[in-house]
C-alpha cells in the first residue's frame, strides 16, 4: 500500500517543485568525441524510430567503442531527458529492458568506479542470452551527482527540482561483450570504458 503513495507522493513533489522550471539546453551529442582513453570509436548504432518514441529521450548517444589492442569491444548507450515534470519522460531500467531483450541476468549487485572526476557507483550485470554473455554497468547521471539505485533517482530527483528548478537526467548504459571466455575480465574491462567515459560526459551534458 506505501508503495502507490510514495509513487503519487513523488510525481506530485516533482510537479510542484519544477512548476518553475528552468529546463537547459539539449547537448549536441552529435559533437562527442570519436575517442577517449584507449577507446575508439567503431562505429554509430541508430536506434530504430519505434524504438526512440517507446524511450521518450530528448537527445540520445547510441555507439560502439573498441580497444583494439586488448579486442575488447564495447556499447555505449546514453538517454538525456530535459524534464520530468510530467512523469511520463522518464528513464527505462535496463532491468527491464534486457530482460525483454532476452539478455537473463546471472549475477547483480553494484560497484565503485574510481574516475579522473571523482569515484562513482554504478550497477552491475552480468547477462546471458544463449551462448553469447556480457557485463553490463549503468547508472543515472544529473548535474549533482551519479546514481546507481532506481528509488535513490527518484528521491533525489525531487531534492534537486526544489533546489536547482530542473529535473533533467541522463541514464548510461555501458554493453561490453564478453570474448575471452572470463566474466571477471570482461567486468573490468567495462569499469575500465566507464572510468574513461565518466570525464567525458560531465564535460557534454549540461551541468
Same mark, same amino acid.
Given at each position: 500500500?506505501?508503495?502507490?503513495?510514495?509513487?503519487?507522493?513523488?510525481?506530485?513533489?516533482?510537479?510542484?517543485?519544477?512548476?518553475? @522550471?528552468?529546463?537547459?539546453?539539449?547537448?549536441?551529442?552529435?559533437?562527442?568525441?570519436?575517442?577517449?582513453?584507449?577507446?575508439?570509436?567503431?562505429?554509430?548504432?541508430?536506434?530504430?524510430?519505434?524504438?526512440?518514441?517507446?524511450?521518450?529521450?530528448?537527445?540520445?548517444?547510441?555507439? %560502439?567503442?573498441?580497444?583494439?589492442?586488448?579486442?575488447? !569491444?564495447?556499447?555505449?548507450?546514453?538517454?538525456?531527458?530535459?524534464?520530468?515534470?510530467?512523469?511520463?519522460?522518464?528513464?527505462?531500467?535496463?532491468?527491464?529492458?534486457?530482460?525483454?531483450?532476452?539478455?537473463?541476468?546471472?549475477?547483480?549487485? @553494484?560497484?565503485?568506479?574510481? %574516475?579522473?572526476?571523482?569515484?562513482?557507483? !554504478?550497477?552491475?550485470?552480468?547477462?546471458?542470452?544463449?551462448?553469447?554473455?556480457?557485463?553490463?554497468?549503468?547508472?543515472?547521471?544529473?548535474?549533482?551527482? !551519479?546514481?546507481?539505485? @532506481?528509488?535513490?533517482?527518484?528521491?533525489?530527483?525531487?531534492?534537486?527540482?526544489?533546489?536547482?528548478?530542473?529535473?533533467?537526467?541522463?541514464?548510461?548504459?555501458?554493453?561490453?561483450?564478453?570474448?575471452?571466455?572470463?566474466?571477471? %575480465?570482461?567486468?573490468?574491462?567495462?569499469?575500465?570504458?566507464?572510468?574513461?567515459?565518466?570525464?567525458?560526459?560531465?564535460?557534454?551534458?549540461?551541468?
Amino acid at each position: 500500500m506505501l508503495l502507490p503513495m510514495f509513487l503519487v507522493a513523488q510525481f506530485a513533489l516533482a510537479h510542484w517543485a519544477a512548476g518553475g @522550471e528552468h529546463p537547459p539546453a539539449p547537448p549536441d551529442l552529435s559533437r562527442f568525441p570519436v575517442g577517449f582513453g584507449e577507446w575508439k570509436q567503431l562505429r554509430e548504432d541508430p536506434i530504430s524510430a519505434d524504438i526512440a518514441t517507446e524511450l521518450g529521450f530528448d537527445r540520445v548517444l547510441s555507439r %560502439t567503442y573498441a580497444q583494439q589492442s586488448a579486442g575488447l !569491444v564495447g556499447s555505449v548507450l546514453v538517454l538525456w531527458y530535459q524534464s520530468q515534470r510530467s512523469g511520463n519522460s522518464q528513464p527505462h531500467s535496463p532491468t527491464m529492458c534486457l530482460p525483454g531483450s532476452g539478455w537473463i541476468p546471472e549475477a547483480t549487485g @553494484e560497484v565503485t568506479v574510481g %574516475t579522473p572526476d571523482g569515484a562513482i557507483t !554504478v550497477n552491475r550485470y552480468l547477462v546471458a542470452k544463449g551462448k553469447e554473455r556480457a557485463a553490463v554497468l549503468f547508472w543515472y547521471q544529473r548535474p549533482r551527482r !551519479v546514481v546507481a539505485g @532506481e528509488w535513490a533517482a527518484k528521491l533525489w530527483l525531487v531534492a534537486d527540482s526544489i533546489r536547482d528548478k530542473r529535473t533533467d537526467t541522463s541514464l548510461v548504459r555501458i554493453i561490453l561483450w564478453e570474448t575471452t571466455g572470463n566474466d571477471n %575480465t570482461a567486468m573490468a574491462a567495462a569499469a575500465d570504458l566507464a572510468r574513461s567515459l565518466y570525464p567525458v560526459l560531465r564535460e557534454h551534458l549540461p551541468r
